[in-house]
């Protein structure tokens, strides 16, 4: 067998020649050396199309593939493949099935054309760097062609990912811009590879234009430069960040200076950027903070937009880039533009984005057109009917007739209303099939890419019905649930299909009244179809281990968590909101604990962010009350009321990583300037905030050769020496592998200023400190039981006698070393270490600062000891009630009750 292609071919189609290979080897039995399949491109076979096209021609002797541009012969490949039975039902190669096929059933003849230009997916959510790269490669074998990156790198999605936002049992990893930057060109790499058209960009514009880098939807803590400031909206009367997000902060588009600014940026990242093929341009992602300036009332946002999408289109021109870009209709910029007009409507492609609407159907055509509501500044409310979306996309229609299409979000939150996963299937399947009466050529979907619990049919049915619009829905849901379930498919289509006709996805994204007796009821009901349908699963668990069994595996975790989540569901209908609060907990939990084994299936992060910020469940309030010390029950208002210990609430793990990091830079800096040295002590826990520390050093270049990190502890084995360097556990491998080897060589201070305790001799700790005149700051964080570094409560000391306590060899504590198995050893406690060296309380207490970070669930309560509880030895970190310079940072997370 040979598949072959023209030399210098492009590498799309060498690469369909090796899928095609290695798919064909698994599925045959050896084919003759002379049987032959042949790649090409060939636009004049597919004269004036545009969109992907491709023939397969496939006889006895082999056969050829032939399309009208490099993607398209890799799609064609794939194509083949689905046509002789193989099924890519999931991102995930373990979710393929490669059938055997006979030698003389490989006959094949037909030629396809894609119904629409547009057919992609945008990054949402959380996700590790081989969820991505396994989406990418999906991407192509369901039909697809488009990846679009949102912001400047995918930073946001994987930082959420490896910094394990919302589920406080996973062990944070650090990630930085770096490494997304690093990322990002292999995913583009692999995007190339396969064809893809590359999307990027988006977000983050008017952050940029105010000097932040902005790479997600995180706060600051500082204000702009002053001379950026008047570059703000002003809104009643000032100009300040919105919400603290530089990425959510409109502009002053009046500003000529701001304007200029934003149109430079855009500019310079096209030139940078030629493997982009769309750019996305978009202006801040909150409504309602418009300039409220007297220039800026003048007109419309629409019309200040157009504007500057022109002069783009003129610097562009002018250095000769061919950038498309890609303008959004969104929030405000939904009404279209009173004056102006795009002067050169060929390189611009409409997005409409109907982000408010509802997804209990389809959109709505036909009938007379609804008038838009009147348009005022700041005071908007954004349609959720489908009639009022559809008259939005018609007046910008009346002034736009280029290229467009379709920016849905069904899979963004929508999904999690959908049980079943079979209407949301359909209502997406409905919504392609109207694109072309709408005026748009395709669709790309803003979502999660981890949305595949109870199983990929929505995501598959967008691609197949994408590339034909007049794929039938039941046809694909055959294809899938057969291929999924095996022969007993049409049970699990019955089960889904009931828990599917009884969900909302309108009620779980905040739509409508809370407290809604029939929402309560079909909660109910959903509990007992997945009660009645769990002996069905159980006798097809494990029966093979083949895919199909892992299908209904998938099914049985799906059972349990969509009855915690009706449970909770049902509780909030019925008025019960303590009640719903602590059944949500308790499907946290479970979808918390469970996500190692189901990563790629279900974004725990995503759908928790969705249930708290629309549907209305959240962390329990009431828990505080039955608790027996009073500071349990206090609010995040009265944590900080009088705290005895400073407290700083910082909005999410990243900002409060970042403002360590930034502290760390600033008085590393302070007193290089003075031509001091600077001492710190250094922990390993909290770590996020060292690669923000590295990049501010490197890209800073800030030195370090007068600077002192005295770690705090190491582990030690049975024999009391420190645990090898090599070990996962071991700190200083740690602070080797993610600290001293990342900064340049140039800047890093040398080993000997790189300093742990030294169990066989633990008093030259305090011995050195003293040499070097002091700690300027100790950074730490604190244990289960109180403790800095590893100063564990002594009930039989006094506060005096545990403060006077200096470093030393000790048995760590069942509690801390359960703690830590958790968190490093998957609760692998016999593995820990029993014995340690640490840093004593009195090295501590002595350090001229204190900072401390605080961020997990468990943080609540132990915050509010350490702020609020007596002093003792029963829980140390009290002891710095009485310390000249400490501070808690802590997370809106944290300030939450415990």
């Given amino acids: 067998m040979r598949i072959c292609c023209e030399e210098h071919a492009p590498e799309p189609v060498v690469f369909a020649g090796e899928e095609l290979c290695s798919y064909l080897e698994r599925m045959t039995v050896k084919l003759a050396e002379n049987w032959e399949i042949r790649l090409s491109v060939c636009e004049e076979a597919f004269p004036g199309e545009k969109t992907d096209c491709f023939r397969v021609e496939i006889g006895e002797g082999g056969g050829s593939i032939t399309a009208n541009n490099a993607r398209s012969v890799l799609l064609g490949a794939y194509d083949y493949l689905h046509f002789l039975g193989c099924r890519f039902l999931m991102p995930q190669k373990v979710c393929e099935v490669v059938p055997h096929v006979e030698n003389d059933r490989l006959g094949a003849s037909y030629e396809k054309k894609a119904s629409f230009f547009h057919r992609g997916v945008c990054i949402e959510g959380a996700d590790s760097f081989d969820n991505i790269m396994d989406y990418i490669e999906w991407l192509p074998k369901v039909g697809y062609n488009s990846f679009f ?65 902005t790479v997600s939807w995180s706060t600051e803590q500082q204000a702009p430069e002053d001379d950026r400031t008047c570059r703000m909206a002003m809104i009643d009367g000032k100009r300040a960040l919105f919400g603290g997000a530089p990425a959510n902060t409109n502009l002053c588009y009046h500003n000529g200076e701001a304007v200029d600014a934003f149109v430079s ?37 629409s019309d200040q937009y157009v504007e500057i999408l022109n002069e783009i289109d003129r610097r562009l ?125 395709g669709y790309i979907s803003c979502q999660e890419l981890r949305a595949a619990l109870p199983n990929a049919l929505p995501n598959y049915m967008m691609a197949y019905t994408l590339f034909d619009e007049n794929t039938a829905a039941d046809d694909v849901i055959t294809e899938y649930f057969a291929a999924c379930y095996g022969d007993d498919w049409p049970a699990v289509l019955r089960y889904l299909t009931e828990l599917s006709d009884f969900s909302d996805c309108d009620y779980v994204n905040g739509k409508g009244e809370r407290k809604d007796e029939k929402t309560a009821e079909h909660m109910d009901h959903i509990r007992e179809c997945c009660t009645a349908f769990a002996p069905e699963i159980l006798r097809h668990q494990n029966a093979d281990g083949s895919y199909v069994s892992f299908c209904w595996e998938l099914l049985e975790y799906h059972r349990n968590y969509i009855m915690l989540f009706a449970d909770a569901l049902g509780a909030l209908a019925r008025g019960e909101q303590g009640s719903a609060d602590e059944k949500w907990e308790t499907l946290r939990d479970y979808i918390c604990e469970k996500e190692p084994e189901y990563q790629p299936y279900l974004d725990v992060y995503r759908v928790l962010e969705v249930t708290k910020k629309y549907t209305g469940l959240h962390q329990g309030q009431r828990k505080g009350s039955n608790m027996r010390h009073e500071y349990n029950s206090y609010n995040r208002e009265k944590l900080l009321e009088a705290p005895k210990i400073p407290v700083a609430v910082l909005p999410d793990n990243e900002a409060v990583f970042r403002e360590i990091a930034q502290e760390m830079a600033d008085e590393i800096q302070r007193k290089n300037e003075l031509g001091e040295r600077t001492v710190f002590i250094c922990p390993v826990g909290p770590v996020g905030q060292y690669p923000y520390f590295v990049e501010l050093v490197n890209s800073g270049n ?95 000391l006094t506060p005096e006698e545990f403060g006077n306590l200096h470093t030393r060899v000790l048995e760590i504590s069942r509690e801390t070393r359960t703690a830590n198995a958790i968190g490093d050893l998957n609760g692998a406690i016999d593995d820990m270490p029993k014995y340690c060296v640490t840093i004593g309380m009195h090295e501590i207490c002595s350090a001229r600062k204190v900072r401390l970070g605080c961020f997990r669930d468990w943080h609540r309560s132990v915050v509010r000891h350490a702020a609020y509880g007596e002093v003792s030895a029963h829980f140390p970190v009290t002891l710095l009630q009485g310390h000249a310079d400490a501070l808690i940072r802590i997370t809106e997370f944290v300030a939450e009750l415990p």
């Fill in 149 to 213: 990156l949102q912001f400047k790198s995918p930073y946001a999605f994987l930082s959420r990912w490896y910094g394990h936002e919302e589920n406080p049992y996973a062990k944070k990893e650090p990630y930085s811009q770096a490494d997304a930057l690093r990322d990002l060109e292999r995913f583009e790499q692999a995007a190339k590879k396969r064809g893809l058209l590359i999307h990027k960009a988006g977000h983050g514009w008017t952050g940029e234009v105010l000097g932040y880098e």
């Fill in 702 to 796: 800030i030195s370090l050769k007068n600077v002192w990190f005295l770690n705090m502890d190491e582990y030690l084995t049975d024999e009391k020496e420190w645990i090898a360097k090599e070990d996962s556990l071991s700190f200083r491998g740690f602070m080797e592998r993610t600290v001293y080897t990342k900064i340049r060589p140039e800047l890093v201070m040398s080993p000997e200023q790189r300093v742990f305790p030294d169990p066989k001799n633990p008093a030259a700790m305090g011995e050195l400190i003293e040499r070097l005149g002091g700690v300027d700051i100790c950074f730490g964080g604190i244990g289960i039981n109180g403790h800095l570094a590893f100063n564990e409560s002594d009930d039989a």
């Fill in 265 to 301: 940026l855009v500019v310079d990242y096209a030139a940078k950027n030629p493997r982009m093929d769309y750019l996305h341009v978009w202006l801040a992602d909150e409504y309602n903070n418009l300039c409220e300036c007297p220039d800026c009332r003048k007109t419309t946002l």
């Fill in 317 to 441: 021109t002018e250095a000769g880039l061919a950038t498309r870009i890609v303008f959004l209709l969104y929030q405000e910029l939904l009404w279209p533009p009173v004056e102006k007009r795009l002067l050169h409507p060929e390189r611009f492609v409409l997005m409409f984005a109907p982000i408010s609407r509802t997804f209990q159907k389809s959109y709505e055509l036909g009938g007379p057109v609804k008038e838009l509501p009147a348009f005022v500044r700041n005071r908007v409310t954004l349609p959720t009917s489908l009639a009022e979306n559809m008259a939005f996309l018609a007046g910008w229609q009346a002034v736009f007739d280029g290229d467009g299409f379709v920016y849905d979000y069904p899979l963004g939150r929508a999904h999690y209303g959908d049980f079943g996963y079979v209407h949301i299937a359909r209502v997406i399947h409905g919504d392609i099939q109207k694109l072309g009466q709408m005026g748009l050529c």
